[in-house]
């Protein structure tokens, strides 16, 4: 191949190859940092909760009528409550908890193994009621459930009871490494309150804080005056007609209230906006950069030829044929785009480096890399096979012309 | 000359329809891609409270009890404070004006009988509206008389003014909240700070609250805080039954937000010692068993420390900015192929008399009214960009939308396409002027 | 005084490690109102010295007055206005700007000479009008025949009023009634005035100028002078009637 020619005759027109190079290496750069961003937050996005978020819905019943500051009165309502709701034809099962799936909200604590001075490890944790399981889709794959006579008893126990708590499984393992959780001690970090393992969900996840797969269930009503009580409905088809059916049981119950109900999958879709957005943005701003990219080069190389005719006559005219001339082009290109791509793999870390650093986000894998420099070669190729075609159709008679 | 110029850059254009519909696309893209992220950036990272913030500091300090502090582990205060610590701070006259302020959700009786809502509230002291720079359709904000008895009056937003009152003057009405009858004293004019700069640790980027109440009532109308607290002290038995009130005072429960105006680096220091002898004066109590870490932070540092500003906004517009240099980038190979493309009729200018500056010039402006026309309809591109991130992040209750292309932002895109035009038009203009005229004269 | 002075004058082309000599100690007179043709190999130096002579190109040594003004070191600017406002170039190729009609073509000398619209537009049909397109006043160069747009080049000249017309094979592109009359057209503008150094391959065009001059290898071999042309020589110009088809 004509390596040594090519190579002189670029060191010649260094002002196009600086530019190719130049926009090549930028955006292999651009491209491989957002695919990068793309990756880890599509991950993200991508990550289950664990639950049959796509038949759940939440509900939130707050009172303002006085009467319901009796929590007696209270908790009535709320047994009435779950019965009314179960009552609604099309719904699976239903659950009184603390627990918001996809809501960034809840609360948070940290444990460990009583009598150890190990690191607390922050959990989640939440009261439920023995729906909470089915309701959640959430499979108990280890001990058992929680009791009804648990429930009813949790929020009235004093401190010092012992109480069961259900736990994820990555909660689980990392107090009990050897897998064997199951009755045994868990305690608040300051040991103020001890409780029993008594059974494992697996797969639990609800971003929230710095414990998305930890959570620690135990048994009791959440339900007050001042914050509502949360429910959580199972459906058996699509949860969104059912929504007026849902609010008109609650309020034939007890109309001193206002009840706000949302299908879990709005909250999810909400939660994941900002990283919706954000991949959006990245995807279309890739797309463009790469189309802007692409008509430079094809540009670039639409003039080289242009400005060649002539030398492309005489080569034709002293025996080169067409696919010669094309594959002089894109052999041409094919260099200054390598050479862009080496230099925009460089730059791809330097500019992680930057981001990393001074922003956030993570390391970028060499896979995404390669990714971004076999597109960009590939881009780079197609991009001057068009002028590379049309510079093969300069008829060889163009040599001759004088003027 | 500039006329003459304009009339033969537009002659190129015709004379090039597809080649400077690449170029104006190319600048476009540019241009929009970088005043979209641009603007998203610079909406969420400018002063939140302009002209103010920097005499405004947040408070902090380490009253957590427990044995395991989950603080000394991440090496800074708690992010709250107690409402004790909070009223007693707040009697110090070091600060010019000062507000201990948190969120609660509240339930609204709209007059006449309709059905209640549930709103977002927020229970201030008076200095909070002018530290935070609230601004007033109607009435202005209560009196310090007022926080000191307790009065049942409130400011509210103009959104809910709208929809209890119609938009009307309702100053001197008054609405039933939660137990309480509250007199309203102000509305607000339509506010939507881009970030909520009182309350950066919960949802800092959501809109300003609908009602805002006396600290006073907290007590009175047990208002239960709705954002973030921590709590570390289990309570004594029967501790439940006492009234709110003196629950209030004897509890741990961190979530009050503390802001102090300083005028100026003298008051930061006698404010800190005033802290720190706060703090050895809580030691003698018993309280504070952690070394004392008092911080008095500036408004602008303490969003920093929290990272208000979505870093990916920053990278996005980070990475848009090179999206625009690898614009021009191209735009400099597009120039000088069509202008090179054009070598010969340059030719033919020189030797008719033009000097070398006069086709510069010539070339020049031409990549300016290509800049120039590029950033219209990339100012036209942002502005769809802005609506579909106004899409997700969402408009203001009084109508606001989160992202607007401001003037400051609007100049900063003509600067932007100007400087393109005249980045990627310098070398091919000074390429094209430089060649020797006889070069393409002898054969076209 | 000569309208044109060059004292040994040298033009050396460098490219890579090979130098040429375009011109070679290059001394040469022309009297103001002469029409002086060149002829010469092709390489021999004719279009060097075409460009020296226009400031189209820098030379090395000697010196070169222009009009009794020393023109051998100018800055660019200087350059350009003496172009403007001394010099009118004829090319064989027209080099008229092809997105530019007629009328504009002819305005773009004024335009950097800066003179006031009324000026421009009243000297642009006058020239126009010279060479006899008054009716072509908006057709693109395009489409106009070759002889045409050659004329329309030498309106250009006219326009600009220059003291030196420099043509470079005016009619090498031409047939041979349409090269006749475009001599003609120089012939008449010499006649007013106007020095023409022309450079030329037909011998029967040299012949029909006042001295005939021959480059080779980048040196003047020739110096004959010949007796200038008797006035009744001259046909008389019409112009309305020499429209050529096409």
Redesign the interface.
Known sequence: MEFGPIFRSLLRNRARVILIVAEVALTLAIVANCLGLILDTRAKLARPSGFDDEHLIAIYSNPFDDRLRDPKLLNQLVDQDRRALAAVAGVRAVSETGLRPWESSGSRTSVRVPGTHDEPVPTQAAQADPGLFDALGLPIVQGRDFTEAEYDHGADAPADEVQPVVVSRALADQLYPSGDAIGKAIAIADESERFTIVGIVDRFYNPFGEASEKIMLSPGRSAGFDFGAHYLVRTQGNPGPLLPQLEKALLSVDKGRLVRLRTVIEDRDEYHGRDRLLVASLDAVMALLVLVTALGIVGLTSFSVAERQRQIGTRRALGADRLAIVRHFLLENWMVTSFGVVLGVLLAYGLNFGIVTWVAGAKLSPATVATGALALWAIGLGASLGPALRGSRVPPAIATRNV | MLLYNLRLAWKSVRRYPVLSALILLGIALGVGVSTTFITAYHVLARDPVPGKSESLYYVRMNSWGAADDPFLRTRTPPPLITWRDALELLKSRIPVRGTATFGARLTVFPPGGASPLRQRGRLVTTDFFPMFAAPFRYGGPWSREADAQGATVTVISSALNDRLFGGADSVGRTIRVEKAELRIVGVLAPWRPRVRAYAPLSDPLAAPEALFLPLALTASMEMRPAEMQMDWRNPAPGEEKLPYASRLMINEVLFMELWAELPDAAAVRAYKSFLNAYVAEQKKLGRFPHPADVRVTSLLDLLDEWKVVPPQTKALAAISLLFLVVAALNLIGLFLGKFLARASTVGVRRALGASRWMIFAQHLVECELMGLAGGCLGVLLSLAGLAVLNRVYGDGPDGVPFFQLDLPMLLAAVALSLLAGAIAGLYPAWRICAIPPARHLKSQ | MPMLKMDDVSKIYRTGLVETRALRDFSLEVDEGEFVTITGPSGSGK?TFL?VS?L??AFEQGKYWLDGMDVSRLS??E???V???KIG?I??????????DVFDNVD??L????LPARERKARIEKAIAMVGLSSRLRHLPSQLSGGQQQRVAIA?VLA?DPKLILA?EPTG?LDSAMAREIMEILEQVNEAGTTIIMVTHNPEHAARAHRQLHIADGRLVDFERITPFPLNRVERLEPASRQVAG
């Open positions: 279009t460009n226009g189209l190109d660019d600017r350059m350009s206005r172009r403007n406002e170039f090319f064989q190729g027209f080099n008229l700007l092809p997105d530019l773009v000398p335009r950097y000479r800066r250009r600009g470079d592109n």
